[in-house]
Nanobody, 123 residues
Framework: QVQLVESGGGLVQVWGSLRLSCAAS????????MGWIRQAPGKEREFVAA????????YYTDSVKGRFTISRDNAKNTVYLQMNSLKPEDTAVYYC????????????????WGQGTQVTVSS
């Protein structure tokens, strides 16, 4: 089993910034990918960003490219999502996710999810 604990969500004004963190523990293995998924009320889940173990491979959904940056610190088993120039449409619950068997850009291949952290962007 893998446990994920997210932090860093909150209320921010338009064009503001937030940094989300997610610490992983348990049986992650040695080559696990990490990502962020969000879900807004009444909308489908959206795969926001992902990063491979080495950090060499990354993925961003089109709507966040140039504004969000994903990074990780393997010594701390932690992934970060730096969110800049936030817009009201970024409002959602953000979930951290892990894929224990390596890199993937497919949301349904991520095995473990955290409990989520709310991000609200007010105008």
């Amino acid at each position: 089993q893998v446990q994920l604990v997210e932090s860093g969500g909150g209320l921010v004004q338009v064009w503001g910034s937030l940094r989300l963190s997610c610490a992983a523990s348990g049986r992650t293995g040695s080559n696990y990918a990490m990502g962020w998924i969000r879900q807004a009320p009444g909308k489908e889940r959206e795969f926001v960003a992902a990063i491979s173990w080495s950090g060499y491979s990354t993925y961003y959904t089109d709507s966040v490219k140039g504004r969000f940056t994903i990074s990780r610190d393997n010594a701390k088993n932690t992934v970060y999502l730096q969110m800049n120039s936030l817009k009201p449409e970024d409002t959602a619950v953000y979930y951290c996710a892990v894929r224990t068997t390596g890199w993937s850009q497919r949301i349904n291949e991520y095995d473990y999810w955290g409990q989520g952290t709310q991000v609200t962007v007010s105008s």
